[in-house]
Protein backbone atom coordinates (compact mmCIF):
# COMPACT_ATOMS: atom_id res chain seq x y z
CA UNK A 1 0.00 0.00 0.00
CA UNK A 2 1.05 3.73 -0.78
CA UNK A 3 0.33 6.56 1.13
CA UNK A 4 0.60 10.76 -0.22
CA UNK A 5 0.83 12.94 1.98
CA UNK A 6 0.19 16.67 0.23
CA UNK A 7 0.88 19.95 1.82
CA UNK A 8 1.23 23.95 0.84
CA UNK A 9 -2.51 24.45 -0.63
CA UNK A 10 -4.43 27.97 1.39
CA UNK A 11 -5.52 31.24 0.39
CA UNK A 12 -3.55 33.65 -1.75
CA UNK A 13 -3.88 37.17 -3.72
CA UNK A 14 -3.76 37.59 -7.13
CA UNK A 15 -0.51 37.82 -8.32
CA UNK A 16 0.87 35.42 -5.66
CA UNK A 17 2.39 32.15 -4.95
CA UNK A 18 2.30 28.95 -3.42
CA UNK A 19 4.06 25.76 -3.01
CA UNK A 20 2.65 22.46 -2.79
CA UNK A 21 4.43 19.01 -2.18
CA UNK A 22 3.51 15.81 -1.95
CA UNK A 23 5.18 12.65 -0.28
CA UNK A 24 4.60 9.03 -1.20
CA UNK A 25 5.60 6.40 1.20
CA UNK A 26 4.86 2.67 1.62
CA UNK A 27 5.78 -0.07 -0.79
CA UNK A 28 7.37 1.48 -3.47
CA UNK A 29 10.19 0.34 -5.44
CA UNK A 30 10.28 2.89 -7.79
CA UNK A 31 8.22 5.86 -9.32
CA UNK A 32 8.02 6.43 -12.77
CA UNK A 33 5.57 9.23 -13.42
CA UNK A 34 4.58 12.41 -10.65
CA UNK A 35 2.52 14.89 -11.39
CA UNK A 36 -0.54 17.39 -10.18
CA UNK A 37 -4.01 17.13 -11.22
CA UNK A 38 -6.26 19.96 -10.55
CA UNK A 39 -10.35 20.73 -10.44
CA UNK A 40 -12.15 23.51 -10.03
CA UNK A 41 -16.01 23.30 -9.53
CA UNK A 42 -18.12 22.25 -11.94
CA UNK A 43 -15.09 21.13 -13.96
CA UNK A 44 -13.11 17.94 -15.34
CA UNK A 45 -10.02 17.59 -13.18
CA UNK A 46 -7.36 18.37 -15.72
CA UNK A 47 -3.50 18.10 -15.57
CA UNK A 48 -1.27 20.65 -14.37
CA UNK A 49 1.91 19.29 -14.21
CA UNK A 50 3.76 16.12 -14.47
CA UNK A 51 7.41 14.74 -14.37
CA UNK A 52 8.97 11.60 -15.85
CA UNK A 53 11.27 9.36 -13.81
CA UNK A 54 14.10 10.78 -16.11
CA UNK A 55 13.15 14.26 -15.18
CA UNK A 56 10.97 15.31 -18.49
CA UNK A 57 8.48 17.72 -17.76
CA UNK A 58 4.83 18.53 -19.49
CA UNK A 59 2.72 21.21 -18.38
CA UNK A 60 -0.78 22.24 -19.37
CA UNK A 61 -0.75 25.43 -21.79
CA UNK A 62 -2.82 27.94 -18.70
CA UNK A 63 0.28 27.27 -16.59
CA UNK A 64 3.42 27.20 -18.42
CA UNK A 65 5.73 30.06 -17.77
CA UNK A 66 4.00 30.45 -14.55
CA UNK A 67 4.66 27.02 -12.40
CA UNK A 68 7.32 24.21 -11.98
CA UNK A 69 7.60 21.02 -11.00
CA UNK A 70 10.22 19.25 -9.52
CA UNK A 71 10.79 16.35 -7.89
CA UNK A 72 13.31 14.90 -5.18
CA UNK A 73 13.51 11.65 -5.45
CA UNK A 74 15.44 10.95 -2.50
CA UNK A 75 12.78 11.71 -0.45
CA UNK A 76 9.52 10.52 -2.78
CA UNK A 77 8.09 14.03 -3.26
CA UNK A 78 6.82 15.76 -5.69
CA UNK A 79 6.49 19.64 -5.47
CA UNK A 80 4.96 22.30 -7.75
CA UNK A 81 6.06 26.04 -7.30
CA UNK A 82 2.72 28.07 -8.50
CA UNK A 83 3.80 32.23 -9.30
CA UNK A 84 1.95 34.78 -10.78
CA UNK A 85 -1.68 32.98 -9.29
CA UNK A 86 -4.57 33.76 -10.72
CA UNK A 87 -8.27 33.69 -9.92
CA UNK A 88 -8.65 30.53 -12.64
CA UNK A 89 -6.09 28.57 -10.78
CA UNK A 90 -8.68 28.37 -7.79
CA UNK A 91 -9.10 24.66 -7.34
CA UNK A 92 -8.04 21.26 -5.48
CA UNK A 93 -4.62 20.16 -6.33
CA UNK A 94 -4.27 16.18 -6.59
CA UNK A 95 -0.65 14.52 -6.52
CA UNK A 96 -0.36 11.84 -8.61
CA UNK A 97 2.28 9.44 -8.11
CA UNK A 98 2.66 6.08 -10.52
CA UNK A 99 5.17 3.39 -9.07
CA UNK A 100 6.18 -0.44 -8.98
CA UNK A 101 5.87 -2.03 -5.97
CA UNK A 102 8.65 -4.45 -7.08
CA UNK A 103 10.91 -5.35 -10.16
CA UNK A 104 8.22 -6.94 -12.10
CA UNK A 105 5.39 -5.00 -10.97
CA UNK A 106 2.99 -3.76 -12.70
CA UNK A 107 2.50 0.65 -12.58
CA UNK A 108 -0.69 1.28 -10.07
CA UNK A 109 -1.45 5.07 -10.06
CA UNK A 110 -2.20 6.40 -6.44
CA UNK A 111 -4.25 9.91 -6.02
CA UNK A 112 -3.61 12.48 -2.90
CA UNK A 113 -6.53 13.41 -0.75
CA UNK A 114 -6.43 17.01 -2.66
CA UNK A 115 -5.66 20.60 -1.33
CA UNK A 116 -7.14 23.42 -1.81
CA UNK A 117 -5.80 26.10 -3.69
CA UNK A 118 -7.95 29.70 -4.02
CA UNK A 119 -6.92 32.98 -5.57
CA UNK A 120 -8.68 36.19 -4.45
CA UNK A 121 -8.79 39.14 -6.97
Known amino acids: QVQTVESGGGLVQAGGSLRLSCTAS????????MGWYRQAPGKQRELVAR???????NYADAVKGRFTIARDNAKNTVHLQMNSLNVEDTAVYYC???????????????WGQGTQVTVSS
Open 96 to 110: HVQIRAGTYSRLTDF
Open 26 to 33: GSIFSFNV
Open 51 to 57: ISSSGST
